[in-house]
RNA sequence: GGGCGGUUAGCUCAGCUGGUUAGAGCGCCUGCCUUACAAGCAGGAGGUCGCAGGUUCGAGUCCUGCACUGCCCACCA
């Protein structure tokens, strides 16, 4: 019996059954339109997590915004595609499985590439799912039927076909320079993945005697004096008067006695700094490196690749980088080379992964040619194809965009894809081809694959379209791309979203426009774009507003905190504190209260339900006369239907409605998540729980059934109304509570297939939302002066009222709510003003008192009349002010004056009537 | 060294394009088990919007400076 609910909302109860239901429903499966469909579409991608990734709460962020995006523009009609998959995830992966061999005494070379490889995709077949259930239990209403993987075949011949357009095109090239070096994961890495800390270390000057000279020495500044090793010059300014004698001469370079030349090189960015020399190291600096090829100088390698010193570092081969630093320094300082030993705060860059520090390490790798496709990517969003949101990220866009250095995509690992390059054993020779040649095209001799893998980010850079089939013309390729949005975090900007927008744009290149982006836009979207709006989402913080991280331990894990409040809620909870641009501390309060919220909507549905089921056997109403309403998705107006305003509240109620299903829809148009959730909150708790409710009550127990039939309707309507409104955010609570209203027949097989309400301005009703407010004002008045009379709750109390005649008639139309709601028993209208009486009530439309023996606390009353003065007497101050300056008036707008000249003769009236009680206390007093 | 953001109630935060009385949740105080809900109901207290100037008829909102604070980027030994 679908209208039996527990007394208490459960929320572990209903969530699985239906996240379960959706996924073996396929309720979010979308069939590729053909080509020529006139139904908009709404295509997202899921940023992919990685497959060794556990669900946290910023998935869980990112995934509630998506999702609401989703079902409210499904639920509008658009043919929506949600796509999912997972990243392989080169680097974590591999550590993944090289932890889990280590365990077993084993080791990755140990194995071999093939065994290990293979190890891998076992992995991901037992433990590469983990995140995508979790994803499912949020409910994320993704169409599990596309789901796709970033080593799949076909993933795999998009990659192929990327990096051998590129190569032919001169994009990308292979050489060797200076990289960033993981000595822990014994790979290049590029600079992104390096993470730059100020770290307290030090500078030491050290000095290299001069050949050919007595004492004379030139001093160099270093933080890295174990690279000496592999010094080949020393560099000074060619401008710098100090060392003019020595250009052209040669140093001896301590410890290795090698000869090495003095050079002038404009290396140094500032000769003001330290001594206005430098060493010269081209195979372990950058820096070096280039004044090194500008200089014919060689490039002398001292450590490995697990930076370890080499041979070429003579006597300290076989040490370690650190350990040959101290012993470098011990030597230097015993042959008196060591001039100074000094506090310094080093940028030190750290690999992202594991923490290891960087080693800027000479090797042959394979880079992307960046430039040209930043300048298309700079260009599209320049021209507002794609936009970011908030729009503060442009700016950080461009900054990186303009200064962006080639992208170095080999890296030395197993797991991921090849590189589609092979090698010539004959004569060295490179083939890069789409498919493994049999033999070297320029030689015949045989050939073998690069050994490397190409960066995770490349086969991911290629998504959206990738995940669609290119390079393919599929019909998806057709109907979907553009993708319209992409929800990220600031964090993977640069690292993916740069990057998808500099590949998409380049192979979609002169693909013409394509569909409008939105209802009833003019505009179209461009052909080449891979999405067109970027939101980007805050970072979810802890209650302290602390970053997450697992060292600090504060790390929440969302599933724990669903299976405390329910998924609803923790949605609810990101959802309502999600303002675009800041960042979300979680609070745990926060989730407690939306919980409440939950509950609380439930127990409106337990009363509508106890109420019909009394009704319906009594033949009072009927679900079948609700069960015409129209909320299938394609109507025109899906708000409420059948509903009939016969009374203050109901009209009230109607035009909250729609006034809140306006503010609801231009909320989420502009990824207003926060207001859209506040907005509905408000409205079905302190409007319709509390007010709505309330003032019905009478009329569902009514005798006559011509009375009580519209409240059913009514009730239900809006209520159901409501429970779509609220759909994208709660999807669970809404879908339970949705299947109940039709008794387990509802019209479709779920609520997040029928029709978002839409705002019917002819439904608005102002004049009926200022009633209700006056109404409202009366009510809380009464309430007031019974809570500051101290009187016993249930004792009922007659009242008198002095208002004008619209007001009175008003009152009088709605004495039953009155007298119900406050408590209240008899009200009498009287000719004169209250404002004299003890302990009444003033506002601008009224005055009100209760009829009650007990004295009013006189210093109370004064201390809260004063109050009241004060403020408003400041207020009129203010008010007069204004509207005593010309100026005002000739410039503000005229609604703008005209609320302030009814404010300020508001004002007026209450602080004559307060001026009044005051006397009148006083006179009591004497 | 560049760039971006924050500072609003005891706590955590809203406040969009400057416009009538600055809001929410939690917490706090008072009173209620009123047959939908004590995860609730009713009432209430609490804010010189970081500081100093400026623009404007009008500033929490725009500009400048300062203080504190967080983040991103960066090949200065």
């Given at each position: 019996?679908?209208?039996?609910?527990?007394k208490a909302?459960?929320p572990g109860?209903i969530e699985?059954r239906?996240?379960?239901?959706?996924?073996r429903?396929?309720?979010?499966?979308?069939?590729?339109?053909p080509?020529?469909?006139t139904?908009?579409v709404?295509t997202?991608?899921?940023?992919?997590?990685?497959?060794t990734?556990r669900l946290?709460?910023?998935h869980?962020?990112?995934?509630?915004e998506?999702?609401?995006v989703i079902?409210?523009?499904?639920?509008?009609?658009?043919?929506?595609l949600w796509l999912?998959g997972?990243?392989h995830?080169?680097?974590a992966?591999q550590?993944?499985?090289?932890r889990?061999?280590?365990a077993?005494?084993?080791s990755?070379?140990e194995?071999?590439?093939?065994?290990f490889v293979?190890?891998?995709?076992?992995?991901r077949?037992h433990?590469?799912?983990?995140?995508?259930?979790?994803?499912?239990r949020l409910?994320?209403?993704?169409?599990w039927?596309r789901?796709y993987f970033?080593?799949d075949?076909?993933?795999?011949r998009?990659?192929?076909?990327a990096?051998v357009?590129?190569?032919?095109?001169?994009l990308?090239?292979?050489g060797?320079y200076?990289?960033n070096?993981c000595?822990r994961?014994?790979t290049?890495?590029?600079?992104?993945?390096?993470?730059?800390?100020?770290t307290?270390g030090?500078?030491?000057?050290?000095?290299?005697p001069?050949?050919?000279?007595?004492n004379e020495?030139?001093v160099?500044?270093?933080?890295?004096p174990e690279?000496m090793?592999?010094?080949?010059a020393?560099?000074?300014?060619s401008a710098?008067?100090?060392?003019?004698?020595?250009?052209g001469?040669?140093?001896l370079?301590?410890?290795m006695?090698r000869e090495i030349?003095?050079i002038t090189?404009?290396?140094?960015a500032?000769?003001?700094?330290?001594?206005g020399?430098?060493k010269?190291t081209?195979?372990h600096d950058p820096n070096?490196?280039?004044?090194?090829?500008?200089?014919?100088?060689?490039?002398?390698?001292?450590?490995n690749?697990?930076a370890?010193?080499?041979?070429?570092?003579g006597?300290?081969?076989?040490?370690d980088?650190?350990e040959?630093?101290?012993?470098?320094?011990?030597?230097?300082?015993?042959g008196g080379f060591?001039?100074?030993?000094k506090?310094?705060?080093?940028?030190?860059g750290?690999c992202?992964?594991?923490s290891?520090?960087?080693e800027p390490?000479?090797?042959?790798?394979?880079?992307?040619?960046?430039?040209?496709?930043?300048?298309?990517?700079?260009?599209v969003?320049?021209k507002g194809d794609?936009?970011?949101v908030?729009?503060?990220?442009?700016?950080?866009?461009?900054?990186w965009?303009?200064?962006?250095?080639?992208?170095?995509?080999?890296?030395?690992?197993?797991w991921?894809h090849r590189?589609?390059?092979?090698?010539?054993?004959?004569?060295?020779g490179i083939v890069?081809?789409?498919e493994?040649?049999?033999?070297?095209?320029q030689?015949?001799?045989?050939?073998?694959q690069d050994?490397?893998?190409l960066d995770?980010?490349?086969?991911s850079?290629?998504l959206p379209?990738s995940?669609?089939g290119w390079?393919e013309?599929?019909p998806?390729?057709?109907a979907f791309y553009p993708t319209?949005?992409?929800?990220t975090?600031?964090d993977?900007?640069?690292?993916?979203v740069?990057r998808?927008i500099m590949m998409?744009?380049h192979?979609?290149?002169?693909?013409?426009?394509?569909?409008a982006?939105d209802?009833g836009?003019?505009?179209?979207?461009?052909?080449?774009?891979?999405?067109?709006?970027v939101?980007i989402h805050a970072?979810?913080?802890?209650?302290?507003?602390?970053k997450?991280?697992?060292?600090?331990?504060?790390?929440?894990?969302p599933?724990r905190?669903?299976?405390?409040?329910?998924t609803d809620?923790v949605?609810f909870?990101?959802?309502?504190m999600a303002?675009?641009?800041?960042?979300?501390a979680?609070?745990?309060?926060r989730?407690?209260?939306y919980?409440?919220f939950?509950?609380?909507?439930?127990n409106?549905?337990?009363?509508?339900?106890m109420?019909?089921?009394k009704?319906q056997?009594a033949?009072?109403?009927s679900?079948?006369e609700?069960?015409?309403?129209?909320?299938l998705?394609?109507?025109t107006?899906?708000?409420i239907?059948?509903?009939r305003a016969?009374?203050?509240?109901?009209?009230?109620i109607?035009?909250r409605?729609n006034?809140?299903a306006?503010?609801i829809?231009?909320?989420?148009?502009?990824?207003?998540f926060?207001?859209?959730?506040?907005?509905i909150?408000?409205f079905?708790?302190g409007e319709y729980c509390d007010?709505?409710?309330?003032?019905?009550?009478?009329?569902l127990?009514?005798?006559?059934p011509?009375?009580?039939?519209?409240a059913y309707?009514?009730?239900?309507?809006?209520f159901?109304?409501?429970?779509?409104?609220?759909?994208p955010?709660?999807?669970?609570i809404?879908?339970?509570?949705?299947?109940?209203?039709?008794d387990?027949q509802?019209p479709?097989?779920?609520?997040?297939l029928?029709?978002?309400?839409?705002?019917?301005?002819?439904?608005?009703?102002p004049?009926?939302e200022?009633?209700?407010a006056?109404l409202q004002d009366?009510i809380?008045?009464v309430?007031?002066?019974?809570?500051?009379?101290?009187v016993e709750?249930k004792?009922?109390?007659?009242?008198?009222?002095?208002a004008?005649?619209g007001?009175?008639l008003?009152?009088?139309?709605?004495?039953g709510a009155?007298?119900?709601?406050a408590?209240?028993?008899?009200?009498?209208?009287?000719?004169?003003s209250?404002?004299?009486?003890?302990?009444a009530r003033s506002?601008?439309?009224?005055?009100?008192?209760v009829?009650?023996?007990?004295k009013?606390?006189v210093?109370a009353?004064r201390?809260r009349l004063?109050?009241?003065?004060?403020?408003?007497t400041?207020q009129l101050?203010?008010?007069?002010?204004?509207l005593?300056?010309?100026?005002?008036?000739?410039?503000?707008?005229e609604?703008?004056v005209?609320?302030?000249?009814?404010?300020?003769?508001e004002?007026?009236?209450?602080?004559?009537k307060?001026?009044?009680a005051?006397?009148e206390?006083?006179?009591?007093?004497q």
């Open positions: 019996m679908p209208h039996d609910l527990p909302y459960d109860a699985p239906w996240a379960e239901y959706w996924v429903e396929k309720l979010f499966h979308v069939d590729t339109p080509a020529d469909t139904r908009p709404f997202l991608i899921l940023p992919p997590p990685n497959v990734g946290h709460m910023g869980m962020l990112n995934q509630t998506m999702d609401i079902r409210w523009h499904r639920m509008r009609g658009f043919l929506t999912p997972t990243d995830a080169g680097i992966t550590m993944m499985v090289e889990q061999l280590a077993e005494g084993k990755r070379r194995i071999g590439r093939e065994a293979a190890r891998v995709w076992e992995w077949q433990y590469g799912g983990a995140i995508l259930e979790q994803m499912r409910g994320a209403s993704v169409d039927s789901e970033t080593m075949e076909r993933m795999s998009a990659v192929r076909e990096f357009r590129l190569y032919d095109e001169g990308i090239y292979r060797k200076i990289v070096w000595p994961c014994i290049a890495i590029s600079d992104l993945e390096v993470v730059h800390e100020e307290p030090k500078m030491w000057e050290i000095r290299y001069v050949i050919g000279s007595k020495y030139i160099v500044a270093t933080t890295r690279t090793l592999g010094d080949t020393v560099a000074v300014n710098d008067e100090r060392y003019r004698h020595l250009h001469r040669k140093v370079l301590p410890l006695n030349p003095i090189d404009d290396i140094l500032n000769p003001e700094f330290g001594t020399a430098v010269v081209p195979s070096d490196f280039e004044a090194g090829l500008r200089n014919n100088l060689p490039q002398i390698e001292v450590m690749e697990t370890q010193m080499n041979a070429n570092a006597p300290y081969q076989g040490l980088r650190f040959a630093r101290q012993k470098v320094l011990e030597d230097l300082e015993r060591l001039v100074s030993t506090d310094y705060v080093v940028p030190l750290k992202s992964r594991c290891t520090i960087i390490r000479l090797s042959t790798q394979w880079f992307v040619k960046i430039q040209p496709l930043a300048e298309r990517a700079i260009d969003v320049e794609i936009s970011f908030p729009e503060n990220y442009t700016r950080t866009y461009f900054e965009m303009r200064n962006i250095h080639d992208w170095c995509i080999s890296r030395q690992l197993w991921g590189i589609p390059a092979w090698h010539c054993k004959a004569c060295a890069v081809a789409r493994a040649p049999e033999k070297c095209t030689c015949g001799g045989p050939v073998e050994s490397d893998v995770t980010w490349f086969s850079g290629l379209c995940a669609l390079p013309q599929t998806e390729l057709d319209t949005l992409l929800v975090s600031f993977i900007l640069f690292f993916w740069a998808m998409n744009c192979f979609m290149r002169g693909r013409g426009p394509q569909r982006p209802l836009s003019a505009e179209w979207l461009k052909g080449d774009i891979p999405f067109s709006t939101y970072l979810v913080r802890d209650a302290e507003g602390q997450m991280s697992k060292t600090k331990g504060n790390v929440m894990d599933i905190t669903i299976e405390r409040y329910g809620a949605r909870t990101l959802a309502a303002a675009p641009g800041t960042d979300i979680f609070s745990e309060s989730t407690e209260s919980r409440a939950a509950n609380k909507i439930w409106a549905a337990r009363f509508l339900f109420n019909v089921d009704a056997p033949g009072v109403w679900l079948d609700f069960k015409g309403a129209q909320v998705v394609g109507n107006n899906p708000g239907r059948g509903f016969e009374t203050l509240e109901d009209r009230w109607l035009s409605f006034r809140v306006q503010e829809g231009e909320a989420l148009a502009t990824y207003r926060h207001e859209a959730a506040h907005v909150y408000h079905f708790w007010w709505y409710l309330e003032l019905i009550k009478p009329r127990t009514a005798a006559d011509e009375l009580a039939r519209p309707g009514n009730l239900i309507g809006i159901e109304g409501a429970l779509r409104l609220l759909s955010f709660m999807p669970f809404t879908e339970e509570l949705w299947h109940a209203v039709y387990g509802p479709a097989k779920s609520i997040a029928v029709a978002y309400p839409q705002p019917d301005s002819a439904q608005m009703d004049e009926a200022t009633g209700m006056i009366l809380v008045s309430r007031n002066i019974r809570a500051e009379l101290k709750p004792q009922k109390l007659a009242i008198e009222v002095h004008d005649s007001v009175r008003l009152f009088e139309r709605n004495r009155v007298e119900r709601l408590n209240v028993e008899g009200i009498a209208f009287v000719g004169q209250l404002a004299k009486a003890a302990g506002t601008a439309r009224f005055d009100v008192r009829l009650y023996e007990r009013v606390d210093s009353e201390d004063t109050k009241e003065l004060m403020k408003l400041q101050t203010r008010a007069s002010a204004q005593g300056n010309e100026a005002f008036l000739a410039r503000a707008p609604k703008v005209e609320g302030l000249k009814r404010r300020k003769a004002v007026e009236i209450l602080i004559g307060i001026r009044t005051l006397d206390l006083d006179l009591v007093k």
